[in-house]
Structures are given as structure tokens and as C-alpha cells.
Nanobody, 128 residues
Framework: QVQLVESGGGLVQAGGSLRLSCAAS????????LGWFRQASGKEREFVAV???????????DSVKGRFTISRDNSKETVYLAYLQMDSLNPEDTAVYYC??????????????????WGKGTLVTVSQ
């Protein structure tokens, strides 16, 4: 059974930092890229960042490039950890952040329309 669980969201002032974690469990995820999407109130869900199955390559949305860093830890068998370090946060980063797993490359992750596993999301609020 596949399960994705996010943690690390919260309230932070503009200019601050947060680190999100995603614990993705399930044997089928060993070849899946792990990524983050976010959805602000009243807006569509948008892609944020992705890391390849082996952690060797990453890809970012232009809006977060240079401020966010995604990484992955595969050291635990069948539990894959993905982290999103978010620095220099601004109020426009306020959203629910969702972890996702897709069996594709980082370059194709954002627009992949096949099978996707999703977490339930964690709320990030950035105040002025």
C-alpha cells in the first residue's frame, strides 16, 4: 500500500524559512520521482519542485528557483523521504503544499498525466 505523508508546514514571517518533509512508503515507489505542488486559496494547483528516483537530478518552477531546495533520502527500505527547504519566503508562497509521486523523469513530472500518488497536504502561511 502506498502512502505519502507531509509534515513541516506552519506559520512563518516573510524572509523566513521552513523545511517540509514527505514520507513516501511503498515498494512501488523505488522508481518514482518525488515532487511538490502547491495550491493557494482560490487558485489552481501548481508545480513547485521535483527530485528524481535516485536523487540525482532536480527541477524547479521559476517562481521558487534559487529559494527552494529539494532533496531525497532513500536510505530506508520502502520508505522514501523527500525534503523541501524553503528560504526567503514571501506571502505569495502561502499555500497548501502537496507531495506527489510519479513514475517519470523530473523533466516530465509537471505535466505527467499517468498514475500519481498524492499526500493530503500541509499548510504553509507566510505573513508580512
Amino acid at each position: 500500500q502506498v502512502q505519502l505523508v507531509e509534515s513541516g508546514g506552519g506559520l512563518v514571517q516573510a524572509g523566513g524559512s521552513l523545511r517540509l518533509s514527505c514520507a513516501a512508503s511503498g515498494r512501488t515507489l523505488s522508481s518514482h520521482a518525488l515532487g511538490w505542488f502547491r495550491q493557494a486559496s482560490g487558485k489552481e494547483r501548481e508545480f513547485v519542485a521535483v527530485v528524481s528516483w535516485d536523487g540525482g537530478s532536480t527541477y524547479y518552477a521559476d517562481s521558487v528557483k534559487g529559494r527552494f531546495t529539494i532533496s531525497r533520502d532513500n536510505s530506508k527500505e520502502t520508505v522514501y523521504l523527500a525534503y523541501l527547504q524553503m528560504d526567503s519566503l514571501n506571502p505569495e508562497d502561502t499555500a497548501v503544499y502537496y507531495c506527489a509521486a510519479r513514475p517519470t523523469t523530473p523533466e516530465a513530472f509537471e505535466y505527467y498525466y499517468g498514475s500519481t500518488y498524492w499526500g493530503k497536504g500541509t499548510l504553509v502561511t507566510v505573513s508580512q
